[in-house]
């Protein structure tokens, strides 16, 4: 019987497994709140953002979708834009320890620095609960929350599926469109996209 | 583990490979090593101008790599292609064989793990010259394992010869088992619906093909829930589907519903409004709260159709008279309940046995449903036999002594004699389950085969309860009438039903092997009538004559077996009565069709498969009626069948040859005349006029307007 808990405990995980995509955040709905430790250990919530709009990045640095936003400018140049218009822009890591992407803390900082990442708040979310929250299906997966907390905008960072930097000048950034018609208190015009890149590598 | 048929036809491909250095394509173009590596093939490397000829990408994923389907799932990327053409030269869409599914933390992914192979048509046109023809394509794909992705590309290329005359180059036989690897076209549409973030598909697909782990992979984004399971219900000739809804934008969707490992059927379908109804099919075994409640849901049917057996006329009289003796035998507590016992183990372990049977028979292959013991004229001549015997016995014609098998069906009792009066219940029985019982034990066919024997099982049980219940309740045992006088007529009367039993076997019988055998068989019946009638005689005047009787009855029985018409006569009565041979015809292949062709006869040429519901409706409604197969016969028209229920390369290509992907095909050739491909819907009228044509036409044109 020593295989009991064992037992049980696969069961609720794959309870857990089955239901992220499907309980994933709807559009123009309240997007679920979260606390999540930055690199510094800080306890950062969604909800203390409130008034602001928020833009959320899931993020792998092994990922090769990743680097070409990141080793182009591209992501950097977007996460500025957003940030000179007053939004808060969080870069969130779901790679569970062992797996492509995980980082601690210092060796985030050493990216952060190194690549010049202009994200308000990087987070660790090893446990995967977040993302599977949320529906996180691919890094980069972009959302965006408007300032009273609604979930305005899901999907790719742009709409050229394809890991070669070239893409990105003939591509449309979504995020920058997004930002650009809250701004001018315009409805967003895609507010739902096809993600692309590698799967989120969760613990499970 | 499952035999993986394609890869050992990649591995054969290989093998082919390296004793033809010479087909290969130039490419690798300073790549460093790729993890998916991709090789351009043709299948042939001589065209004609005006031609299409078929190229492969033939993927090789390392070990632990798998690349993508053109929809890649919730993550990945599909395959893109940049042709470099000479002019007059277009490649067609890219088609991919049928992909597997990847789960990795709740993340869907629509992959091929091994070996693969992408086919694209390129057509050229009249205009192109002779000449070397050079193709060259940039094609960019993601490679991944369960960890890792990189994004891969490579510029390959081919040099192809126009050539003016028909080719002679060889046809590369790779080929052959790439285009098994592809889903075809099933020729029908579907249709689904989106209501409260459930997505439901209906796709049309005939009851009798089977289905090994169904999953539907969809073409388009931003429809399906992709890691939302999948529950599939079968209702006849429909297969539905519910998932998880991720959005409604789209009015036609497309996809591959996949049956099998490497099966699976290409289809659009448009919106309209599915129901979930008909019998669950348990998907991947991984659901096995799904597949327990069903188990339950099926024993319930099969204990409530058991017990509603006792009722039925061939049931009845064997039990009641047996539930009478019971009473009859009061007193003895333990003696009932030990003959209600060995009652309920002789009903139990002849359903079982049956079920066992069946699943065994299922598993080879066979079509057979419940009652498949009543398909052999022999076995239902044996029961014939058996029945009217006890009929005979019941209506007095004679008693039954205490030495012979299954002698103490009705009357004495004993351990032995219960438990063959419970396995001959219930083997008379199963032909009378009738459609209450056909849910439970369709179940069956979709569980695993324990929990289908135990479906059986309950069965049996039902059958014994009513039994059981007397044996171990005296209060209703004391309700039963006490035996008396009244119970000799109780018993002639229940010869009755018996009888109509006899005359039910009978008809099944007739349909089965004719009336010339049928009369035969009836012949041998009354012989058996009459040894027991002078057996009874004979014991009336208190002669014993009972081994002469056995070994006349022996005798009688097996006679009447050897005299009963062998299986291929079955056959060709089953042929005769079904519309399957009004319109018969040769197997297709294109050897036969030219020499037809060359002997000027006309052909009618068909092609169909057993999962195509269009080509069975049109073989129902206008191939196989008797005007047609008269119109046929009078002109006589050759008719050649091309059966692509499994693949085939031949037709395949025939198919392809003809501009189709998929069944139905019609094609008629009048003797030296280019063959007409006709409509997919066929009426009786659109074939009968191929062979009148000049006639009707005539006459039309002498109609005024």
């Known amino acids: 019987m020593r295989n009991l808990p064992s037992v049980a405990f696969t069961a609720i995980a794959a309870i857990a497994l089955a239901s992220p995509l499907a309980a994933a955040q709807k559009n123009g709905t309240i997007a679920q709140d979260f606390k999540l430790t930055d690199v510094n250990g800080k306890t950062i919530q969604l909800s203390q953002f409130r008034g602001k709009t928020v833009i959320l990045e899931w993020h792998n640095p092994g990922c090769p979708f990743v680097s070409k936003h990141y080793s182009s400018g591209n992501m950097q140049a977007t996460q500025k834009a957003a940030r000179q218009q007053g939004a808060v822009w969080l870069t969130i890591n779901s790679g569970a320890k062992g797996k492509q992407g995980h980082m601690t803390g210092a060796e985030a900082k050493a990216l952060i620095a190194k690549q010049d990442i202009q994200s308000t708040n990087y987070l660790f979310d090893t446990k995967g609960v977040v993302g599977k929250a949320y529906g996180a299906r691919t890094t980069p997966h972009m959302y965006i929350i408007d300032g009273s907390g609604i979930l305005v905008y899901q999907g790719g960072i742009d709409d050229k599926p394809t890991a070669n930097p070239a893409d990105i000048k003939r591509a449309r950034n979504h995020v920058l469109a997004a930002l650009g018609e809250i701004k001018s208190g315009d409805k967003v015009s895609v507010a739902q996209s096809r993600p692309y890149g590698c799967s989120v590598k969760y613990a499970s | 583990m499952t035999f993986d048929f394609r890869i050992l036809a990649m591995m054969l491909a290989f093998v082919t490979l390296a004793f033809a250095p010479a087909a290969e394509a130039q490419n690798r173009l300073g790549n460093t090593e790729l993890n998916v590596p991709a090789t351009l093939l043709a299948e042939s490397q001589q065209v004609q101008a005006g031609q299409t000829v078929t190229l492969a990408f033939l993927m090789q994923p390392k070990p632990t790599w798998h690349g993508y389907w053109e929809n890649p799932g919730d993550a990945g990327i599909g395959m893109s292609f940049d042709w470099k053409l000479p002019a007059g030269v277009t490649a067609g869409k890219a088609q991919f064989p049928v992909p597997d599914t990847l789960l990795i933390s709740g993340i869907m992914n629509y992959v091929y793990k091994g070996d693969y192979a992408v086919l694209v048509n390129l057509t050229l046109s009249d205009k192109v010259r002779s000449g070397p023809l050079p193709i060259s394509v940039k094609s960019e794909w993601l490679s991944c394992t369960d960890e890792i992705c990189v994004p891969e590309q490579d510029e390959l290329s081919i040099t192809l010869q126009v050539v003016e005359a028909e080719s002679s180059a060889p046809i590369d036989k790779r080929f052959n088992d790439f285009r098994a690897a592809m889903a075809r076209p099933l020729g029908s549409e579907a249709t689904f619906s989106v209501s409260d973030d459930l997505f439901r598909l209906s796709v049309p697909l005939p009851a009798n093909v089977q289905i090994d782990k169904p999953y539907f992979f969809i073409k388009e984004d931003g429809m399906v829930d992709y890691g939302a399971p999948q529950k599939f219900t079968r209702d006849g000739d429909r297969v539905i589907l519910e998932t998880g809804a991720r959005g409604d934008q789209l009015d036609t969707i497309s996809g591959i519903l996949k049956i099998g490992d490497h099966m699976g059927f290409l289809f659009t379908a448009t919106k309209g409004e599915v129901a979930m109804t008909g019998l669950p099919l348990v998907n991947d075994g991984a659901k096995a709260e799904g597949s327990a409640s069903l188990l339950f849901l099926a024993l319930g049917g099969a204990l409530l159709g058991g017990l509603l057996l006792n009722l039925m006329p061939c049931v009845f009289p064997i039990l009641s008279l047996k539930a009478i003796s019971l ?205 027991l009638w002078w057996f009874g005689g004979g014991q009336m005047k208190g002669l014993s004559r009972g081994a002469l009787t056995s070994a006349a009855m022996v005798v009688a029985i097996v006679a009447g077996i050897l005299a009963l018409p062998g299986e291929d006569a079955m056959n060709d009565q089953k042929l005769a009565s079904s519309s399957s041979a009004t319109l018969p015809s040769e197997p297709f292949s294109e050897t036969r069709l030219s020499e037809l062709r060359a002997s000027g006869e006309p052909v009618f040429a068909y092609f169909t498969a057993d999962w195509c519901i269009t080509c069975k409706a049109n073989e129902a409604a206008a191939i196989q009626r008797t005007e047609t197969a008269d119109a046929f016969r009078a002109a006589k028209v050759a008719v050649l069948m091309g059966d692509w229920t499994r693949p085939d390369p031949d037709i395949s290509r025939f198919l392809e040859k003809h501009g189709r992907a998929g069944v139905p095909l019609y094609l008629y050739y009048a003797p030296g005349a280019e063959p007409v491909i006709l409509p997919q819907i066929l009426t009786v009228a659109t074939l009968t006029e191929l062979v009148n044509g000049p006639v009707q036409s005539a006459m039309l044109d002498a109609t005024p307007q």
């Open chain 2, 327 to 531: 009473a009859k035998a009061g007193g003895n507590e333990s003696e009932v309940r030990r003959d209600a016992l060995a009652y309920t183990a002789g009903v139990v372990l002849v359903a079982t046995a049956l079920g066992a049977i069946l699943l065994g028979l299922r598993a080879s292959g066979a079509a057979v449903g419940w009652a498949f013991q009543l398909q052999d004229p022999r076995i239902i001549f044996v029961l014939l036999a058996l029945v009217t015997a006890i009929g005979l016995n019941l209506a007095g014609l004679f008693e039954l002594p205490n030495l012979n098998f299954g002698n103490k069906l009705t009357k004495k009792d004993g351990t032995a004699g219960s438990f063959w009066t419970g396995a001959l219940a219930a083997f008379v029985a199963t032909p009378c389950t009738g459609p209450f019982m056909a849910a439970a034990l369709g179940a069956t066919i979709v569980l695993p085969p324990v929990a289908a024997l135990v479906i059986f099982a309950g069965l049996g049980v039902g059958l014994a309860l009513p039994f059981l219940l007397i044996a171990f309740v005296p209060a209703i045992r004391s309700r039963l009438p006490k035996p008396g006088p009244w119970l000799d007529s109780f018993r002639k009367i229940m010869a009755i039903p018996m009888f109509l039993t006899s005359i039910g076997l009978i008809w099944l019988l007739g349909r089965q092997i004719g009336t010339d055998a049928l009369g035969l068989s009836l012949i041998f019946l009354l012989t058996i009538s009459l040894i």
